[in-house]
């Protein structure tokens, strides 16, 4: 059985098929070939009604024409319905009953637009091929089924959105100075020309095209005085198409620096480590992350060696294995906490399932951090002095409980973990480090009472017993 789905034929088959969809974006490599096949297929199906628009190619390919429109809209009512079947899949969903989780996802944007796209193609089959050419409109809002595939045009569509009354603005202010030329020039040419600006509508027509830049060339003035003016309104076109031009490209930027910078943030926020810093604090973590691309089946770390840095998935699908246990963990998910609290071993074998994006956090970096703001480092010791048995690895319950899937591996994950289960020294099975304080906080002074426990007997340090040394008494 594929160790990468859950047990069962048809729920394999299903997490196979949300693969398919849904995580093309994310990095899955099968996925992506399916995206690319569905963009093809969006790409021939605009080509379509604009060539059925042709009477010779109509005349000589309709029917050709009629299949491929029939092919495409089949394929594409099976994807709509597939998306819903799988729509529980969807980590925002899975806490809703099907139906639900299926209501839910069908009143997405993504969703309404799959569904308009497929609407043609029922018409088709329910309304005669007469009355189905009225429906060329609606095929083409199949074009708009792309923006799932592009980040970067729905990235698009918000800035718009956030600027829509600067962008009003500024077509109020280019429709003013339109409105202005028009009237001069209808003021300077109309003795002269009546039948090009005998009205100011009529000369409304050379100041659009004059203002835009376009200059078609049909109408142009002939006095000097218009010449003159006519000149005046080309410099101030520049300026004018500049102001909306100006305000979506600093809009976009902005929306995909602050997309970016949420994600991070969000990522970095749900750590339990980071849970009780301020928005500020988590900032400053953010901006230590650097990204790091990883293959499908590429070992990202092994357990028992040593662990030097956390890490975020930014896209892609994660597989950790911890002797018989294997757990996925998707977009958004993080694994090896305890690393950056240093002088830790990995818990875990991690290797990617798919092309993957990750973001790493270095210990180093955050003690540079932590040395440079003792609030901040006073907040981190806090919140591990609260949590009691933390690991020798770098592995914790929270992030097994991120995962998308855990189930028994029914092997031993590699050589490695074998050699390591031979020796008595599985990670997995370690006992808690509950002698000392991570060594990442020995050079802070916000703990005095690691001091006190330090000449507490060995044997007296352990979970439970109320001794001094014990990390139970710290926190």
């Known amino acids: 059985m594929d160790a990468s789905l859950p ?11 949300y693969r398919w969809l849904e995580l093309g974006s994310a990095g899955d490599r099968q996925g992506r070939w399916f995206d690319r096949l569905l963009i093809l297929l969006v790409l021939a199906a605009v080509a ?8 010779s190619l109509a005349a000589e390919w309709g029917d050709a024409f009629a299949i491929a429109e029939l092919v495409i809209g089949a394929t594409f009512l099976a994807e709509y319905l597939a998306r819903l079947w799988v729509a529980d899949l969807h980590p925002p969903y899975r806490n809703h009953t099907p139906a639900m989780a299926r209501l839910r996802y069908a009143l997405q944007p993504a969703a309404i637009v799959d569904l308009l796209a497929v609407l043609p193609f029922v018409m088709g089959l329910l309304l005669v091929p007469a009355d ?4 060329v409109i609606l095929r083409l809002a199949r074009f708009f089924k792309l923006a799932r595939y592009s980040p970067a045009l729905r990235s698009l569509a918000n800035a718009l959105l956030s600027e829509r009354h600067a962008i009003g603005a500024s077509l109020i202010i280019i429709f003013g100075v339109v409105m202005l030329a028009a009237t001069a020039m209808y003021m300077v040419e109309r003795q002269v020309q009546p039948q090009a600006f005998g009205t100011i509508p009529d000369a409304v027509w050379w100041a659009m095209t004059t203002v835009t830049t376009v200059g078609y060339g049909d109408v142009v003035p002939v006095t000097p005085a218009g010449k003159m003016l006519g000149g ?11 102001l909306p031009v100006g305000i979506v490209a600093t809009a976009f930027a902005r929306e995909i620096h602050s997309r970016d910078f949420a994600v991070t ?7 339990p480590l980071f849970q009780d810093l301020r928005a500020a604090d988590i900032a400053e973590i953010a901006r230590l992350l650097r990204g790091q691309s990883v293959t499908a089946g590429q070992v990202i770390s092994r357990r028992g060696e040593p662990a030097t840095s956390m890490f975020f998935i930014a896209s892609g699908l994660i597989e950790m294995t911890m002797g018989q246990t294997r757990a996925h963990l998707e977009e958004g998910g993080f694994f090896g906490e305890m690393a950056v609290l240093g ?10 399932m798919s092309d993957a994006q990750l973001m790493v956090l270095e210990a180093q970096d955050l003690h540079a951090l932590m040395t440079r703001k003792p609030d901040l480092a006073r907040r981190i ?15 914790v319950e929270e992030e097994i409980a991120e995962a998308a899937e855990v189930h028994a591996a029914g092997e031993a994950a590699d050589d490695f973990d074998e050699a390591r289960a031979g020796e008595g020294e599985g990670a997995a099975d370690a006992e808690p480090d509950t002698q000392t304080l991570p060594d990442l906080f020995a050079d802070f002074p916000e703990a005095p009472d690691r001091q006190e426990g330090a000449d507490a007997p ?18």
């Open 232 to 242: 005046l309104v080309m410099l101030l076109g520049y300026g004018l198409l500049a």
């Open 381 to 395: 010791l806090d919140e591990v002095r609260r949590r009691r048995d933390l690991p020798l690895g770098d592995i």
């Open 458 to 475: 060995a044997d007296e340090g352990r979970p439970g017993d109320g001794a001094p040394g014990s990390r139970s008494d710290r926190t």
């Open 48 to 55: 379509l009604v604009a060539l059925e628009t042709v009477p």
């Open 343 to 352: 002088d830790r071993q990995r818990s875990a074998t991690v290797r990617a």
């Open 265 to 271: 943030w969000g990522m970095v926020a749900r750590v």
């Open 132 to 135: 189905f050419k009225v429906m």
């Open 7 to 17: 047990a069962g034929g048809l729920k394999r088959f299903r997490w196979r098929l």
